[in-house]
């Protein structure tokens, strides 16, 4: 029996998602024998965990500062050992302009992209390289902010007139913006779980939209639009393409524990590219992870379970 600090809420825009994570996480906790302690984490947050001395944390945080390694530090700092990924490996997949870098040199396959702060267009004239950039990328373009979730921000440029709005729109969320090449294709998602001594990918979650209309595609991510299928119908050895290529972004990052890695499959020509590698997926009973270990066989609990060893054994001598 351990006692357990459940970190959830925070101040990211993920609040709800994380909330609802961190109910479900207490009510396995209970159901394991340990004994959890909610902590909305807040300008408190490195107080009461002195105060309550926990055993371990469970982080079911999403978004800034729960995700990005941040409430990560604070914990290295206090001394209380926690699930899931370590400081680098947040601050690395939190960041989607560095993790889109690393990926590239390290030849995993990323939509081409370009980016930059708001400093290069304020003060370096960025806007006058935009015509070849979407010459480069060709429409429609991807514009997102650097670190949001949940598609957060995100926009699809039909048109060079759409880029000014959708770059306002995903400054506003952000310092740092990304252009990225849009993948017609097939929205997959591949988690990842440590058992048995070593990462193991777990099914392929596939997000089919219906009301099917293409062009809107921000319609695709309203509540109630997208069906989740699970394992996903692929073709030939494209499930197994992904899963393998969701390890090498796991270890490419350094991921601890758990992640859920997002990856377009190309309607065309099957090819994969992985867009973002998330360090703490969501754990409502709606979310991918807990969908992809379940066709495995892996209950939600049995997930909790493992989360809570491996947070213990990070910190036991070698
Ligand atoms: N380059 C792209 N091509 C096609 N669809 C994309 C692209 N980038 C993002 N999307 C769509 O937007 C969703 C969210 O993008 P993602 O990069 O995973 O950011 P988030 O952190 O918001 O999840 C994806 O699951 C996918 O459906
Ligand atoms: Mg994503």
Redesign the pocket.
Known sequence: MARVAVLKGGRSLERQVSLRSGARVEDALERLGHEPMSIDVGADLVERLRAERPDVAFVALHGQFGEDGTVQELLEVVGVPYTASGVSACIRCAD?VLAKHAMRDAGIPT?D?YAFNETAFKELGAAGALPEIEERLEF?I?V?PAS???????K?ARTAADIPTALVAAFSYGDKVLL??????R?L?VSVLERNGGPEALPVVE?V?HGEDFYD?EA??DIGRTEFVCPAQLPDDAAERARALALEAYRLFGCYGFARV?V?MDADTDEL?V??V?AIPGLTDTSLLPQAAEAAGIGFDEVVARLIELALARTAPA
Do not use: H, T
Not at 148 to 154: E, F, K, M, N, V
């Open positions: 989607k939509p992209f429609p991807v997102k949001q979730g949940s598609a957060l921000g995100i699809f990225e090449r849009y993948v017609a294709g929205d998602a997000a939209p595609f695709r991510y997002d377009m590219f867009l973002e998330n």
